[in-house]
């Protein structure tokens, strides 16, 4: 019990907190080579051609979005891109609601709207809009996330390098009262772990608000699919190609009403980051260098965090012969105790201290996935949604 203990306790830290301080030093590294040899070659970096901007297709899927459809597209016809090299496809996946209504009533040429009347999930209808596309570069978003005006040439100027395959682009959290950036100290960290991982082509997935790939490396994915950005994303790596993230290609998104929401939204990533888990053994491969250590250190140890820590637990409490893990169980027993005392904070509408505050989402995130886990492995996976805020 005691090796299940500390190892519990040693992987949910290496994770957090050693993985990370790892990843800064080689990122570190490689950023220091690469200013070397910038300075020894004096080569230019990055090659902008503003004259000559690539035709783009943005890909939308959509279901019921009756109360931010209108404001999606009117965004992207505000962009400050050549609107004779944009094209939006838009799909309703089986709404309910007025979507379909709200975006037929747009006569815009470079706007094209399915309808489709069964609801068969998001992937099935990315699967058709990718199909339609006749662009090279096609950009992935969704339909109550809004771009900054130079969203699309932040991120298509990456794509003058033959080698790179896909960017992933920076969404900023906002309150739908206030407008105030929501992004709390966690996303941050995650922004970090991204801008670093990046820097070694170990950039793990993408965000489904803002994203461009390659179209001739898109590859379908099963209808039942849940997380779809990071899977795309992820076998434009596994075809040998760069995933880039850029911190200035910036979308907006309001953050999720309440925590009911936000709860349901965390529960079906979780299920579909074991379901990606299961559906992706090539990314196990260790020749993969840093892509594998990123998956490993950042992904996989972070999807069974929650069984980590109820071990760690389970196994502490068959260790109560001596007075130094009595001790251990006492301070897992007042971690949680604060833990739950932020969540009913966060439930009853009232703020808690920064450090109480973090402590309650980490735990309600373990739960969730957790919940995610017991859900993948006893019921039929469906590609279905239901839509959420966020």
């Known amino acids: 019990m005691t090796a299940l203990f500390w190892a519990s306790i040693a992987v949910i830290v290496y994770s957090y907190f050693i993985y ?20 020894w070659r004096r080569h230019q970096r990055r090659t902008l051609d503003n004259q000559s901007l690539p035709p783009v297709s943005i890909i939308i899927a959509a279901y019921n979005e009756e109360t931010c459809i209108k404001a999606r597209v009117e965004n992207l016809l505000a ?3 050549p609107q004779d090299k944009l094209t939006f496809l838009i799909g309703s996946d089986g709404s309910s609601d007025a979507t379909a209504e709200i975006l037929t009533a747009f006569a815009v040429e470079n706007l094209q709207v399915h309808i489709f009347n069964e609801n068969r999930g998001k992937m099935s209808v990315l699967n058709d809009l990718v199909n339609l596309a006749q662009d090279d570069i096609l950009i992935f978003s969704d339909a109550n996330t809004h771009f900054q005006t130079d969203t699309i040439s932040k991120l298509t100027r990456h794509f003058d390098n033959h080698k790179i395959g896909a960017v992933c682009g920076e969404l900023h959290l906002v309150d739908s009262d206030s407008g105030d950036n929501k992004d709390n100290v966690y996303w941050r960290y995650e922004q970090v772990l991204k801008f670093h991982e990046s820097r070694l082509n170990a950039l793990q997935g993408a965000n489904g608000a803002i994203y461009a790939i390659r179209k001739a490396l898109f590859m379908p ?5 849940i997380v779809d950005d990071f899977q795309i994303a ?28 936000e709860e349901g939204r965390r529960v079906r990533i979780g299920l579909g980051n074991y379901q990606a888990f299961f559906n ?10 840093w892509r594998f250590i990123a998956y490993i250190s950042h992904k996989v140890c972070r999807w069974f965090v929650p069984h980590f820590m109820l071990l760690a637990f389970v196994a502490n409490c068959f260790l109560l012969d001596t007075g130094f893990y009595q001790l251990t169980l006492m ?13 009913k904070r966060q439930s009853a509408g009232k703020k808690s201290a920064t450090f109480i505050a973090l402590l309650a ?5 373990n739960l969730a996935l957790m919940r995610g886990f017991i859900k993948y492995f006893s019921s039929n996976v469906q590609g279905t949604w239901q839509r959420t805020t966020r």
């Open 20 to 39: 990370p301080l790892i990843l800064f030093i080689f990122s570190g590294i490689k950023q220091a080579s690469s200013d070397t040899k910038y300075l």
């Open 79 to 81: 962009l400050d891109y």
């Open 221 to 225: 994915l099963p209808a039942n699919t």
């Open 234 to 261: 992820m076998n434009v790596a596994k075809q040998g190609l760069t995933l880039r993230y850029d911190p200035e290609a910036i979308a907006i998104e309001e953050i999720a009403p309440n925590l009911a929401e």
């Open 280 to 289: 992706m053994p090539w990314a196990l491969n260790p020749l993969l260098g």
């Open 331 to 343: 301070a897992q027993l007042f971690f949680y105790a604060l833990a739950f005392y932020g969540i």
């Open 361 to 365: 989402f980490f735990v309600a995130m």
